[in-house]
């Protein structure tokens, strides 16, 4: 009876070229891997800051009796604000918009806002609008930083009679800045723990531990803010998931409120809603004085 079996000299070549196949498959898969994660360190700044450069004056957006300020950073770089005196009695609101757009896009808020009494001073971080630059962490703390002694300095206006008002990736800008200058109020819109958490969340098949550059660590830092805190965040956003509002929350240190909406996601929260939002929380924390 002839066997079938296959001779041992023919098993072992057969087995020697399956494994060689896996380990250039596994070398292949590995180098492929290693590309993909140098492209996104590279390419990260590009996927999370979206700027636009293209803006006009105040007025073309129906904003009357707005200055346009050209302030210079620490290292040099000039960056744009726009500013609004307070009607008498209200504070000021740095606004520190999100990651997208510039002030531009943000004018129908912005205008509510004045119209209601607040002064502003908006600022577009560097590489939007009009700012020279390009978009980091240590950067935007940087222009933060500029817009604030200016206030104080040219404007007459110390950290104590300011507002910081924080939109999504601003919200990062404005709890550092809390944490250097006493303000009398912070306003915090869909708030992140850090934005290393929102990437690794993103990206759970990358070590993103150490490939994102910019972290915005807020989580850590919100307990040394000690001034008035409000946080607004909408329940249904799936950009920046409602559990990092309320743990920020959580970690907070008092006066502090919170407000969620619960049909509301990360870019359709009501600006009327926002606008009288802010209002009471002024006049709870004695910050409007009529």
């Known amino acids: 009876m002839r066997s079938c079996a296959i001779p041992a000299a023919g098993l072992a070549s057969t087995l020697y070229r399956l494994q060689s196949k896996a380990v250039s498959l596994a070398k292949r898969a590995l180098v492929g891997y290693i590309f993909i994660c140098l492209f996104m360190w590279s390419y990260q700044r ?3 800051y979206v700027p636009d450069k293209y803006i006009d004056e105040p007025a ?6 707005f200055r346009r300020l050209r ?3 620490a290292d040099g770089t000039h960056v744009e604000a726009w500013f609004h005196k307070a009607r008498e009695g209200f504070p000021t609101i740095v606004y520190l918009h999100g990651n997208g757009g510039n002030l531009g896009t943000r004018t129908h808020f912005i205008g509510l806002l004045v119209k209601e009494g607040f002064g502003l001073l908006g600022l577009d ?5 009009a700012s020279e630059g390009h978009p980091s962490e240590a950067g935007f703390y940087q222009d933060a930083r500029a817009a604030i002694d200016y206030a104080g300095k040219s404007l007459s206006l110390p950290p104590g009679k300011l507002i910081l008002y924080g939109e999504s990736i601003g919200t990062g800008v404005a709890v550092q800045m809390a944490t250097e200058y006493k303000v009398s109020g912070v306003v915090l819109q869909s708030p992140y723990t850090s934005l290393l958490t929102l990437g690794q969340a993103s990206y759970p098949w990358l070590p993103v531990k150490y490939l994102q550059l910019d972290k915005f660590d807020s989580l850590d830092k919100i307990k040394n803010v ?3 805190l409000l946080i607004i ?4 956003d799936s950009i920046v998931p409602v559990g990092h509002g309320k743990a920020m929350f959580e970690q907070a240190n008092g ?3 919170v407000v969620y909406f619960p049909d509301k996601g990360h870019v359709d929260l009501d600006i009327r809603e926002l606008t009288r939002l802010l209002v009471g929380f002024s006049q709870k924390n004695h910050l409007v004085v009529q």
Request: no cysteine; aromatic share 12%.
């Open 60 to 65: 073309a957006y129906g904003l009357k009796d």
């Open 233 to 236: 965040h909408g329940e249904r």
């Open 125 to 129: 971080y560097r590489g939007y609008g």
């Open 226 to 228: 000690h001034a008035p």
């Open 71 to 73: 302030l210079t950073d």
């Open 46 to 48: 590009h996927l999370m």
């Open 255 to 257: 006066p502090k409120d």
